[in-house]
């Protein structure tokens, strides 16, 4: 026979694994297809510089 903390951790374990299956069943609107087509942004100019046959970018070595 079980104990009472037992019966409660048992009772918790089974309300938890049916909240997870139903997360997981449950599509997020955060993410995945919005439905609409977004541009992305340019990245920005990165300053290089070719000396002695190697290419750097504000002092390092790329």
Do not use: C, F, H, W
């Not at 299956?21 to 510089?49: F, M």
């Amino acid at each position: 026979e079980k104990t009472p903390e037992e019966k409660k951790l048992q009772e918790d374990l089974v309300a938890a694994l049916e909240r997870i299956k139903k997360l997981e069943e449950t599509p997020n609107p955060k993410t995945g297809d919005q439905g609409e087509d977004r541009e992305l942004a340019a990245p920005a100019e990165v300053p290089v510089r070719v000396q002695n046959g190697v290419i750097s970018s504000e002092g390092r070595a790329l």
